[in-house]
Nanobody
Framework: QVQLVESGGGLVQAGGSLRLSCAAS????????MGWFRQAPGKDRTFVAA????????YYADSVKGRFTISRVNAKNTVYLQMNILKPEDTAVYYC??????????????????????WGQGTQVTVSS
């Protein structure tokens, strides 16, 4: 059974930092591309960042470029999202997701929710002003 478990969310003041973790089990982690998405209250789930199975290629939403960094440690079956200079508009539930690397054209589809095969339950991030 595949499980993705996010952790590291919480309440932080604007300008602060958080690091989210997503621990994967039940899959061969190194054969999956990974993504982070977020969903603010009353809004759709949107793309935040993505990372190829090797960790060589990263993608970011324009709204987080230069502030967030996605990374992975395959030996730990874990993907991270380092979030710096947080803003109130970053408040959301953050989800990690896994996409089989066998699927082609990740470079053109990394931001699409339907491309991902497995999802975590999410972790709440709240940024106060």
């Amino acid at each position: 059974q595949v499980q993705l478990v996010e952790s590291g969310g919480g309440l932080v003041q604007a300008g602060g930092s958080l690091r989210l973790s997503c621990a994967a089990s039940g899959l061969t982690f190194s054969t999956y591309n990974m993504g982070w998405f977020r969903q603010a209250p009353g809004k759709d789930r949107t793309f935040v960042a993505a990372l190829s199975w090797s960790g060589d290629t990263t993608y970011y939403a324009d709204s987080v470029k230069g502030r967030f960094t996605i990374s992975r440690v395959n030996a730990k079956n874990t993907v991270y999202l380092q979030m710096n200079i947080l803003k109130p508009e970053d408040t959301a539930v953050y989800y990690c997701a896994a996409r089989r690397a066998q699927k082609t054209y990740f470079s053109g589809r990394y931001y699409l929710i339907d491309e991902y095969d497995y999802w975590g339950q999410g972790t709440q991030v709240t940024v106060s002003s």
